[in-house]
């Protein structure tokens, strides 16, 4: 932005019709240079450290890049061999499928409606069990990602507390990290990711005006009336940001995913961030793994464009 | 939903029954969310902890005391504070200067700018550490701290330029008037006016900023390398690795050493925001 504005103004300048008019022509200019300026270290710092690895993600991903060895010192210019490889590969639209039953599952399905949930209910529970609720479920998310991981691995490991309930209840409870990967990792992120949407939901919920409901409720509609046509609707912009913010949080899971299961037994619980950093740093083939991310990229991109359209925000 | 079907259709009973229905539901869920985090807290203060949860035949602080140590716990956390502290400065200083224009000018790029840090911040930038790798060997930042502090200021200054540019936008304008017809600068009017009204939004971006950092274990365990620069998320990582399958209980302890310091600023947080509403101020449009 900045450097628009100085490469225009020398030839305003020449252009100028003379001493009295190029002044206050110039002021205005100058003015919008120091007016910009506080926007340079964000600038400095998006571009270097956000758009670069952007940028670097597609270039990367044209080329032999390695690990170690010589095309680490020196990667060729593959052209589209990392995508072709790609589409090859069977691990790929495995990963996809199971990026896309990962994020459904845990986030759309499982956050997003068990936070709903608790946010509904808790305007009809007592204020002390509501706030204890509250506490459980915020812990969870508070936690760092890597200690939630280790408490979700001892939770569902064979000998853990999942199975202690079972046999409790008289059943014996399979090895579940190893038997089912995908249900455990889902049942985790649920677990670690719903207050988000819980907290979400129970903003928007707070600003929803109580003559609204109270006239529903007057005119004879029932709970279930209320909540499809009224209280849904009116927090409608609520729920199309959570979704949002929380698919492409789920997307970007990995830390949870790579202490529980690292991907496996094999490749049944291999995302595509999983998927991008084994190939990058277990097999060495950093344009391979760069070629995922990249894929990555544009899958976000288009959600957050999808996104940005739908919800058109008023006040930029 | 279903507690207003099942209930009767007399008026204050059908109430009742459904504030009783909605509590047990919802005590039920208190539990599950809680079920997996009392092996942290029993197997931290148990000698013989396993993956199972029990109650220690004798509790005992003998985990915590011995992960006590500089190497163990002390360096990493201190890597862990030096990083997310770095970040959440560097953010908020970028975003207060960023939001200043944004919010008191009205400018042609304006507009797009702010969609554009709205596409930054929906973008899976930590989903593709192997590029930012790779980047780094590049410009041969590697294994250093300070890179890995921009990094992760740069991934969430997005997020911070639009809630900063929020809270800012609701600091009325005519205060800095006064200012500007004294003859104080538009810098002098953001240092002396503005930064003070907008503390208690500024240290929610701040918080907010710290604790997602210090959470981290993507980033620093791609970036850093040296164990002597590592932060407490990636050393428990590699604590894990190397004795995870004997020392239960010293994991437990750690992990909860280094829990309690964004547990506590959370806690901060929410009483002084009113909880929930800590979110709404980065949402709401």
């Not at chain 1, 600038?43 to 597609?58: E, Q, R, T």
């Not at chain 2, 554009?116 to 593709?128: E, K, Q, R, W, Y």
């Amino acid at each position: 932005m900045s450097a628009e504005t100085v490469s225009r103004s020398p030839r305003e300048t020449a252009t100028g019709p003379g001493p009295s008019g190029s002044g206050p022509r110039r002021r205005p200019r100058g003015r919008t240079l120091t007016r910009v300026l506080p926007l340079a270290p964000a600038v400095v710092l998006l571009a270097i450290f956000l758009l670069g690895p952007v940028i670097w993600s597609f270039y990367g991903s044209f080329t032999d890049a390695a690990l170690t060895g010589s095309s680490a010192q020196d990667p060729q210019w593959v052209g589209l061999d990392n995508y072709l490889t790609l589409f090859k590969d069977p691990v790929f639209p495995l990963s996809l499928w199971l990026t896309f039953v990962f994020v459904v599952a845990s986030a759309i399905v499982g956050q997003n409606f068990l936070g709903l949930g608790i946010a509904l209910l808790m305007n009809r529970a007592s204020t002390v069990v509501s706030a204890v609720v509250g506490t459980a479920v915020v812990a969870a998310w508070v936690l760092p990602e890597i200690v939630a991981a280790f408490v979700a691995y001892a939770y569902f490991s064979e000998d853990g507390t999942l199975n202690q309930v079972l046999a409790a209840a008289g059943m014996t409870g399979p090895n579940w990290l190893y038997s089912f990967p995908m249900l455990s990792i889902i049942l985790a992120n649920a677990w670690r990711g719903t207050a988000f949407s819980m907290m979400v939901y129970r903003a928007a919920l707070n600003d929803v005006p109580v003559e609204v409901t109270e006239a529903a409720m007057i005119d004879g509609a029932d709970g279930i009336k209320r909540l499809t046509w009224i209280t849904i609707p009116m927090i409608k912009n609520s729920i199309a940001t959570n979704l949002m913010l929380i698919t492409l949080q789920t997307l970007s899971v990995f830390t949870l995913i790579w202490v529980m299961t690292a991907g496996g037994p094999g490749n049944e619980s291999t995302t595509l961030p999983i998927m991008a950093f084994q190939e990058a740093f277990k097999f060495g083939d950093i344009g391979y793994g760069t070629a995922i991310a990249t894929v990555m990229l544009l899958i976000g991109a288009a959600f957050s464009l999808v996104y940005i359209r739908a919800l058109r925000p008023e006040k930029v | 939903m279903t507690v207003s079907t099942l209930a009767s259709s007399v008026a204050s009973p059908r109430k009742a029954t459904a504030a009783i229905l909605a509590n047990a539901v919802l005590i039920v869920i208190a539990l599950c969310f809680l079920l997996p985090l009392a092996w942290l807290v029993l197997a931290s203060l148990d000698v013989k902890a396993t993956y199972q949860t029990q109650i220690p035949e004798q509790l005992s602080l003998a985990n915590f005391a011995a992960v006590f140590n500089p190497e163990l716990t002390f360096l990493p956390l201190w890597n862990s504070l030096l990083l997310s502290g770095g970040a959440a400065v560097v953010t908020v200083l970028a975003s207060v200067l960023a939001a200043y224009p944004l919010s008191r000018y009205t400018m042609r790029f304006n507009k797009p700018f702010m969609y554009g840090v709205l596409f930054g911040t929906c973008l899976p930038i930590t989903a593709i550490m192997v590029p930012v790798y790779s980047l780094f060997v590049r410009l041969n930042l590697l294994d250093s701290i300070p890179a890995t502090i921009f990094f992760m200021a740069a991934t969430s200054l997005p997020m911070a330029i639009w809630m900063t540019k929020n809270f800012m936008d609701s600091v009325p304008v005519s205060l800095e008037e006064a200012a500007w017809v004294d003859g104080a600068s538009a810098m002098n009017a953001l240092r002396r006016i503005v930064v003070p009204l907008m503390r208690p939004g500024l240290s929610v971006v701040f918080i907010f900023v710290f604790i997602q950092a210090w959470g981290n274990f993507f980033v620093p365990f791609v970036l850093l390398l040296s164990p002597s620069k590592q932060p407490a998320a990636v050393s428990i990582y590699s604590f894990f690795g190397q004795y995870g399958a004997i020392a239960y209980g010293q994991l437990a302890a750690f992990s909860v050493l280094y829990s309690v310091p964004v547990i506590l600023l959370y806690v901060l947080v929410s009483r002084g925001m009113g909880g929930s509403f800590t979110m709404s101020g980065a949402i709401k449009g």
